[in-house]
């Protein structure tokens, strides 16, 4: 499954492969392999990701096309 969502946020944030690699603690390598669906995305990663670019975990994989996250109390 080939995450586009997560290419256009880090293009739409002005970001490199490496920068976004860097913010998960991981190699260039494992995030693009990541952002082409090459490689499964741990749930960690994904809610790092939802908190960084302030979106739903559902919109990064492809469920809805909402980017707002759900009001929490």
Do not use: H
């Not at 392999?33 to 960690?44: H, N, S």
């Amino acid at each position: 499954m080939y995450f586009e969502q997560l290419k256009n946020l880090r293009t739409d944030f002005d970001k490199t492969q490496q920068e976004i690699a860097d913010i998960l603690n991981c190699k260039r390598e494992v995030y693009r392999r990541y952002e082409k669906g090459e490689r499964e995305i741990p749930v960690w990663a994904l809610i790092k990701l939802a908190q960084y670019y302030n979106v739903s975990i559902d919109y990064l994989l492809g469920l809805t096309s909402r980017k707002e996250k759900f009001p929490t109390e």
